[in-house]
């Protein structure tokens, strides 16, 4: 599988306030920054934070209050907007259909898209084999794992060879092992296609493990209180994880996190724990 | 199993009681006074000719209007399968349309029918037309109820997922319509069609009792003749035929669903 294009996303004084005041994204300072293209892009913080929210904002399912998101070419060149396949987004759920088989999951967006019967379910064949699960394509989701379930999920994401893949705290649910096994799939899918991947974790060594650069984000509302390269060899093998400069970099992402946390209980003893309430 | 051996041990218990005599028979006939008004035999008549065939003329007319209950019943039911999830579908595109109108629909739903009965009568006349009338006012709740809790209790997170392949224009509300939420309302549609389905009966046997003809006039006459017997097998065929309507809607529930949602699996 080979992907025409990634693209960059570029984040201009972006803020966003849900209605009844509260500030999810950007209080005071608004999230100005650049995703480069082909980046495996992490955004950690504390859970609740606002960082899912700046996720749905880029993916363009919801508009931000202020300011602007736009995708740039890989190649440079002029934003364009996304069309229908570019973007993918897989949940913190797998969120099949569950009265269709793997298959049909997989083939999902194509049908919306439009693309003919043959082609889509062609199509979905071969995401499902890129995931390992081929011998599935009959089953029900109710028949399956929740790690093969996210599987299903991923290669549904897939299956539009996206330019830019979101992932929203995709394998937080699921046990250790299966979780590593996933990460080490996307990170391998990653390689070989080339698009971008911005992926939302609450996790440090998840981070540190998959992720190429990582934003940190405060409690919310979100902005970025940390961005650092993560430079470690592009072959991303188990036995990084007990590496030395494995663990420097997961230490200096657990004291910022640590940080952010600390500054909110102390909003919290100010009794002032809504800090992202306007009143 | 279980059921059949409870419907054993309550017809024995029927009828050793009944055949203790200290409840009148012309108040409490036995199950077998009541099975040979469905199934006469000579021997039950002491192979009086004329009492049987008086029987037998008892046993087609009951039949004949099982049929007309039956006719009224399914077509009542279908009617307010059409109207309730059209209604309920209009219910769930508009939160406006919502607010509007689904307290009427509740008020509506608390009205007995046996009130509004005589009503029907006036304006439908004696007859089927009053039936189905009955019927479908009987069971159009549960499937509007029903239906609308399924349609707006989709996963928002997949109808962003919809949003963001098929678009926000009308061809996206459509696919969004027709392949995740008409779908996703089955397992709830059935349920209240399940429910609504026992209702149509009882509401085609209302209309009846008013309007005429059906099962719902026999038990009227015969309670008149005190001939609970046939009012006994009148009630038994009315069950029978809201029961079969009951399984042959589990079973289209389970042909559509088996794949997925546990309820359906279970039954």
């Given at each position: 599988?080979?992907f ?5 996303i ?8 849900f209605?009844g005041g509260?500030?999810a994204v950007g ?7 650049e995703?480069?293209a ?8 504390p ?15 919801d508009v931000?209050?202020?300011?602007t998101?736009s995708l740039?070419p ?6 364009q ?5 570019d973007?993918a987004y897989?949940?913190?759920e797998?969120?099949?259909?569950p ?10 967006p194509?049908e ?8 889509r379910l062609?199509q ?9 699960l081929?011998?599935?394509a ?9 790690g ?5 999920s991923?290669?549904?994401?897939l ?10 705290e995709?394998?937080a ?5 299966t979780?590593q ?5 996307l ?6 296609t080339?698009?971008?991947v911005?992926?939302?974790t ?12 990582a934003?940190?984000?405060?409690q919310?509302?979100a902005?970025i209180v ?8 592009e072959?991303r093998?188990?036995?990084l994880?007990t ?15 640590a ?6 209980e ?13 009143r | ?7 054993l041990?309550f ?11 200290r409840?009148a028979?012309y108040l409490l006939p ?5 099975l040979s ?8 008549f002491?192979?009086?000719?004329e ?7 008892q046993?087609?007319?009951l039949?004949?209007?099982l049929?007309e209950?039956t006719q ?6 279908g009617?307010s399968?059409?109207?309730?999830t059209i209604?309920?579908a209009?219910l769930?595109s508009?939160r406006?349309a919502?607010?509007a109108l689904?307290p009427y ?9 046996i009130?509004i009965a005589?009503?029907?009568v006036?304006w439908f006349?004696f007859?089927?037309?009053t039936?189905i ?7 159009l ?9 399924g ?16 678009g926000t224009?009308?061809?996206?509300k ?8 008409v779908?996703?309302a089955l397992?709830?549609?059935f ?6 389905g026992?209702l149509?009966?009882?509401g085609?046997i209302v ?11 026999i ?6 003749q005190?001939?609970?017997d046939v009012?006994?097998?009148a009630v038994l065929l ?5 029961l079969?309507l009951?399984c042959?809607?589990?079973?289209l529930?389970?042909?559509?669903l088996?794949?997925w ?5 279970a039954?």
């Amino acid at each position: 599988m080979s992907f025409s294009a990634s693209v960059g996303i570029s984040l201009s004084a972006v803020t966003k306030v849900f209605p009844g005041g509260v500030r999810a994204v950007g209080g005071a300072e608004p999230v100005t920054a650049e995703i480069v293209a082909g980046e495996f892009q992490i955004f950690l913080g504390p859970s609740g934070c606002g960082k899912s929210t700046l996720l749905r904002l880029i993916a363009g399912l919801d508009v931000p209050t202020t300011g602007t998101i736009s995708l740039t070419p890989g190649g440079g060149g002029k934003p364009q907007s996304a069309v229908a396949g570019d973007i993918a987004y897989v949940f913190q759920e797998p969120h099949l259909l569950p009265w269709r088989n793997v298959l049909r999951n997989a083939a999902l967006p194509l049908e919306l898209m439009g693309v003919p019967k043959a082609k889509r379910l062609e199509q979905a064949r071969l995401a499902l084999a890129d995931v390992g699960l081929s011998d599935f394509a009959a089953a029900y989701p109710a028949q399956l794992s929740g790690g093969m379930k996210m599987r299903v999920s991923l290669a549904r994401a897939l299956i539009t060879r996206p330019k830019l893949l979101l992932l929203d705290e995709p394998f937080a649910a699921l046990d250790e092992i299966t979780r590593q096994r996933l990460d080490d799939m996307l990170r391998d899918i990653w390689a070989r296609t080339g698009m971008t991947v911005v992926f939302v974790t609450h996790s440090v060594a998840e981070a540190v493990f998959l992720g190429r650069r990582a934003w940190v984000f405060s409690q919310r509302p979100a902005r970025i209180v940390l961005d650092t390269p993560i430079d470690l060899p592009e072959a991303r093998i188990p036995a990084l994880r007990t590496d030395a400069r494995f663990a420097e970099i997961a230490h200096r992402l657990s004291a910022s996190l640590a940080e952010t946390q600390q500054g909110a209980e102390v909003l919290a003893a100010h009794g002032l724990r809504d800090g992202g309430v306007i009143r | 199993m279980p059921p059949l051996l409870t419907l054993l041990v309550f017809i024995l218990v029927w009828h050793l009681y009944a055949r203790t005599g200290r409840t009148a028979e012309y108040l409490l006939p036995g199950p077998g006074k009541v099975l040979s008004v469905l199934f006469p035999t000579p021997a039950a008549f002491k192979n009086d000719a004329e009492l049987f065939q008086q029987a037998l003329d008892q046993r087609k007319d009951l039949l004949i209007a099982l049929g007309e209950t039956t006719q009224g019943a399914l077509a009542g039911f279908g009617l307010s399968i059409t109207v309730g999830t059209i209604f309920a579908a209009l219910l769930a595109s508009s939160r406006w349309a919502r607010a509007a109108l689904y307290p009427y629909a509740i008020f509506f739903q608390t009205v007995p029918i046996i009130a509004i009965a005589p009503l029907l009568v006036i304006w439908f006349g004696f007859g089927l037309r009053t039936v189905i009338a009955s019927a479908f006012i009987a069971s159009l709740f549960p499937i509007v109820a029903n239906t609308l809790a399924g349609l707006i209790s989709t996963d928002p997170n997949l109808v962003d997922l919809f949003r963001l392949y098929g678009g926000t224009g009308f061809r996206g509300k459509m696919l969004s319509l027709l392949k995740l939420r008409v779908p996703a309302a089955l397992p709830q549609t059935f349920t209240g069609l399940r429910v609504a389905g026992g209702l149509a009966v009882i509401g085609a046997i209302v209309g009846e009792f008013i309007g005429g003809g059906g099962l719902g006039s026999i038990v009227d006459v015969a309670r008149t003749q005190q001939r609970t017997d046939v009012v006994f097998a009148a009630v038994l065929l009315a069950s029978l035929l809201g029961l079969a309507l009951f399984c042959v809607l589990g079973a289209l529930s389970w042909a559509l669903l088996r794949h997925w949602d546990a309820g359906a699996r279970a039954n």
